[in-house]
T-cell receptor, first 115, second 110 residues
């Protein structure tokens, strides 16, 4: 257990529905990252926050995806009008900026299946 | 575009064998290279490498970075069935976001 938690762990939804995932990072970590991992691939960067500010978004993050970190603690990732291609593991990771390490600590992930 | 390539993609060996996993990269503003082990869920951290030629070691696992040739290797000696996992290599190109390779799926047969 890395100290990063994600909920739910599994989500099955029908195409066209909206889904929301939550990530609670390690409490003293001010940077939070979202990644997506499909079967047989490494994780791909989606977006990251420093405190409550969203500093970068990948072009993988279409208009149907939105992420927030309203108080600089937990974060949510919402996918609207889900498509079958959204089926993947969504991973959250956290780290403290300003220190000499790049080691991100990952949560257990939310596995999304879109039927 | 930043790119990380791992090889082999899949490897099956017998318990007790030694394995070497490869990671090559092309990134702008290289900061560091990380190795993670992923079993059925979250990637767990193994090593962070920033300097060429300095071996990092943890038990039967070791890793080294060559910044001139842009690659890293991860060695596992005396492999055990518990080493079966996907091993991910990632580089950090400045903004602390991780750029991952595809991973190497390692299977250790008893």
């Amino acid at each position: 257990d890395t100290g990063v938690s994600q909920n739910p762990r599994h989500k099955i939804t029908k195409r066209g529905q909206n889904v929301t995932f939550r990530c609670d990072p390690i409490s003293e970590h001010n940077r939070l990252y979202w990644y997506r991992q499909t079967l047989g691939q490494g994780p791909e960067f989606l977006t990251y926050f420093q405190n409550e500010a969203q500093l970068e978004k990948s072009r993988l993050l279409s208009d149907r995806f939105s992420a927030e970190r309203p108080k600089g603690s937990f974060s949510t990732l919402e996918i609207q009008r889900t498509e079958q291609g959204d089926s993947a593991m969504y991973l959250c990771a956290s780290i403290t900026s300003g220190v000499r390490t790049d080691t991100q600590y990952f949560g257990p992930g939310t596995r999304l299946t879109v039927l | 575009e930043d790119k990380v390539v791992q090889s082999p993609l899949s490897l099956v060996v017998h318990e007790g064998d030694t394995v070497t996993l490869n990671c090559s990269y092309e990134v702008t503003n290289f900061r560091s290279l990380l190795w993670y082990k992923q079993e059925k869920k979250a990637p767990t951290f193994l090593f962070m490498l920033t300097s060429s030629g300095i071996e990092k070691k943890s038990g039967r696992l070791s890793s080294i970075l060559d910044k001139k040739e842009l690659f890293s290797i991860l060695n596992i000696t005396a492999t055990q069935t518990g080493d079966s996992a996907v091993y991910l290599c990632a580089v950090v190109p400045g903004a602390q976001k991780l750029v991952f390779g595809q991973g190497t799926r390692l299977t250790i047969n008893p």
